[in-house]
């Protein structure tokens, strides 16, 4: 009853960009956080950054001063513009959201089926 849907993957040369979008929809009172992880095989999925209703953005040391999250919460949409690009951020990227559906329930962590992003060297 929770949906998220990203988009905005695909491949790119190493020092280009891409910004990928992910939209919540369903039954949902509010959200507290969204934000953005990726994972390669063999490895754990690891945070990429973050931001809250109120605006306040965290993000990984590798990806300061290229990465920028931003949250639209009329549309609770959360996105990531990626810039200067480089091999290693290859990945398939995940949104998350940490929605809650009533004043009444706990908050519960959703995902999307996530995207991939190929940065060719």
């Known amino acids: 009853q929770v949906q998220l849907v990203e988009s905005g993957g695909g491949l790119v040369q190493a020092g280009g960009s891409l910004r990928l979008s992910c939209a919540a929809s369903g039954s949902i009172f509010g959200i507290d956080s969204m934000g953005w992880y990726r994972q390669v095989p063999g490895k754990q999925r690891e945070l990429v950054a973050d931001v809250t209703s109120g605006g306040s953005t965290n993000y990984a040391d590798s990806v300061k001063g290229r990465f920028t999250i931003s949250r639209d919460n009329a549309k609770n949409t959360v996105y990531l513009q990626m810039n200067s690009l480089k091999p290693e951020d290859t990945a398939v990227y995940y949104c998350?959201?940490?929605?809650?559906?009533?004043?009444?329930?706990?908050?519960?962590?959703?995902w999307g089926q996530g995207t991939q992003v190929t940065v060719s060297s």
């Open positions: 998350n959201a940490r929605i809650f559906r009533s004043t009444l329930t706990p908050r519960y962590d959703y």
